[in-house]
């Protein structure tokens, strides 16, 4: 069964996978479903990592054949495919250039020199090291090490302010440049009036429409949404073609990829002059116009899917501010020397006025 009780470093007894160099542990309490479902994971990473090209030719304990096992490993499956998509790109990238080494001999200045080489990259060298402390953690829970090196290093601090939120001016200047009946114009109407990711809106078709809504089941949180169609969204929508597999397709009739679709945006972008902004600037204007007026953050969330209200509260609080700001403006007193106040004046008031205006 290849599965047997072991101690971890921490003394603790755990269900322990091991079938040849392939090793993982199992979670799940023995003979339970969830059990079980870890137990075909385990053995498809063995299966998967045995018929891996170039898997014969990674040294055991090596950063190369650490990886592959953890591509195989419950911990990553488990994982949403765009997740898994980002973190294996980062990882892999890192094997190409360091795969031979052993993972035993990696020690905490060899990760801070790695990281700190990528100094001119910050949002690169975060990402590595958040990776490589998951890489290593499995390799502890494997026993290939007894620590990690890459926990407690600090990366590096990155002062942004996230995608820019488009203004009501950017919207207007969009759809002039990008009037109706064009994949332009539809792909700025699926992205603010539904207020989904690009990778959403990308997979959005004919097939998830019933009546006036549209279905989306999110990607990132596995979020599941029934969206009122806007009319505005509607009008975009009477022009598109029902025989395609999905709303927005590519010059040849394909589907986009979140990324290809990303960059043609910013072109369009680009064309109407709008420089800085991009699709998911427009989930957070969608946002934005639902605080603005005046609704709660539950139904902002109910529209975009944000996990949690600390997410979505910041729109709120800015629509809240600029109300409460007015009110507390509005309550001040007048000038000093209004006519209300000083009625005798009102002639030399009057030509002050009118030599204010000129």
């Known amino acids: 069964m290849h599965v047997s009780p072991a101690p971890d470093r921490h003394g603790k007894t755990r269900l322990r996978f091991r079938k040849g ?26 299966k998967a990592a045995s018929q891996h090209i170039g898997a014969s030719r990674h040294k055991p304990g ?18 949403r495919d765009s997740t898994k998509a980002v973190r294996r790109g980062i990882i892999d990238r890192f094997v190409r250039k360091a795969g ?24 690169a060298a975060n990402n590595l090291l958040k990776a490589l402390r998951l890489l290593l953690d499995f390799a502890m829970d494997i026993e290939l090490i007894e620590r990690n090196p890459a926990r407690g290093i600090k990366g590096f601090k990155v002062a942004t302010k996230g995608f820019a939120t488009w203004s009501e001016a950017d919207i207007a200047a969009y759809e002039k440049a990008h009037p109706i009946g064009t994949r332009a114009r539809l792909a700025m109407a699926l992205l603010l009036y539904t207020g989904q990711r690009r990778g959403d809106v990308v997979r959005m078709g004919w097939q998830h429409v019933v009546a006036n809504r549209i279905a989306v089941r999110q990607s990132k949180t596995g979020a599941r949404l029934e969206l009122k169609i806007h009319k505005a969204l509607a009008d975009a929508l009477a022009h598109t073609e ?20 990303g960059n043609l945006f910013r072109e369009w972008c680009d064309t109407a002059g709008l420089k800085g ?82």
């Open 100 to 123: 031979a080494d052993p993972v035993r001999l990696i020690e905490r200045k060899h990760v801070k020199a790695i990281i700190g080489g990528m100094a001119s990259t910050p949002h």
């Open 242 to 261: 029902r025989t395609n597999l999905t709303f927005l397709v590519t010059e040849n009739g394909a589907p986009f990829s979140p990324a290809g679709f």
């Open 277 to 358: 902004r991009s699709a998911h600037g427009l989930r957070k204007s969608a946002a934005k116009r639902v605080a603005d007026a005046g609704r709660s953050t539950n139904q902002i969330q109910a529209l975009t899917g944000h996990a949690t209200l600390q997410e979505v509260g910041r729109y709120t609080r800015a629509a809240d501010q600029m109300k409460l700001a007015d009110q507390a403006v509005d309550s001040m007193p007048d000038r000093s020397d209004r006519e209300h106040n000083f009625p005798n004046r009102k002639t030399r008031l009057d030509k002050h006025a009118r030599k204010a205006l000129k």
């Open 62 to 79: 090596s950063l190369a054949a650490l990886a592959l096992s953890y591509y195989q490993s419950p911990e990553f499956i488990g994982l």
């Open 21 to 46: 160099l392939y090793s993982t542990y199992l979670h799940a309490p023995l003979d339970t479903e969830e059990f079980w479902q870890e137990y075909q994971a385990a053995l498809a990473g063995v």
